[in-house]
């Protein structure tokens, strides 16, 4: 997943590394099992396709939103 979105996007590297922050987080807590770590990964890169990030504090909102996206389909 993440070599394909890196690949097309380099705004989808934020949104790999917060969800996944957030998925293995809720692994580590035995909340998920191991492959709903890319199944989280997946759904925030389809729900956040297309968003714009044009700066630092855009970013800083952004990685707030994808995690609490995560945190709510977990």
């Known amino acids: 997943i993440a070599l394909d979105s890196l690949k097309n996007n380099s ?8 969800a996944n922050e957030i998925a293995v987080e ?3 807590n035995n909340q998920i099992k191991f492959y709903d770590i890319p199944k989280t990964i ?3 890169l389809i729900k956040f ?3 714009l990030v ?3 504090d855009e970013l800083l909102v952004f990685d ?5 996206y995560c945190l709510d389909i977990i």
């Open 11 to 18: 705004r989808n590297a934020a949104i790999i590394n917060a």
């Open 26 to 28: 809720k692994y580590l």
């Open 42 to 44: 997946e759904k925030a």
């Open 49 to 51: 396709d297309g968003e």
């Open 54 to 56: 044009n700066n630092i």
């Open 64 to 68: 707030k939103t994808i995690r609490e």
